[in-house]
């Protein structure tokens, strides 16, 4: 059975910092590309971060270049999200997701996820 279990979510003030986390199991990790994607209440779910199989190539979204870093530990099955300067827009479920790929992060979208975790709330204060 495939399980993405998402961790580190919670309450930060704005400006602040957090870092997800995300385990696999059930599948070979290093098989596959992963990425985190967030749902705001009210509104559709969106791309924030990718990161290809290897590592070697990550892709973000235009609001959180600079400040959003996504990276990958395949001995550990676990992709991260490190969130800094965060913004009470940015308040959402942040889910991260898998998909069976050899190509670049350029190839992890929203509709193309083999796997989803059930996500975890980050709530910006302001």
């Known amino acids: 059975q495939v399980q993405l279990a998402e961790s580190g979510g919670g309450l930060v003030q704005a400006g602040g910092s957090l870092r997800l986390s995300c385990t696999a199991s059930?599948?070979?990790?290093?098989?596959?590309?992963t990425g985190w994607f967030r749902q705001a209440p009210g509104k559709e779910r969106e791309f924030v971060a990718a990161i290809s199989w290897s590592g070697s190539s990550t892709h973000y979204a235009d609001s959180v270049k600079g400040r959003f870093i996504i990276s990958r530990d395949n001995v550990k099955k676990t992709v991260y999200l490190q969130m800094n300067s965060l913004k009470p827009e940015e308040t959402a479920v942040y889910y991260c997701?898998?998909?069976?790929?050899?190509?670049?992060?350029?190839?992890?979208?929203?509709?193309?996820?083999?796997?989803w975790g059930k996500g975890t709330l980050v709530t910006v204060s302001s």
């Open positions: 059930g599948i070979v990790f290093s098989l596959y590309g």
């Open positions: 997701a898998a998909k069976r790929t050899f190509q670049g992060a350029g190839d992890v979208v929203l509709g193309g996820m083999d796997y």
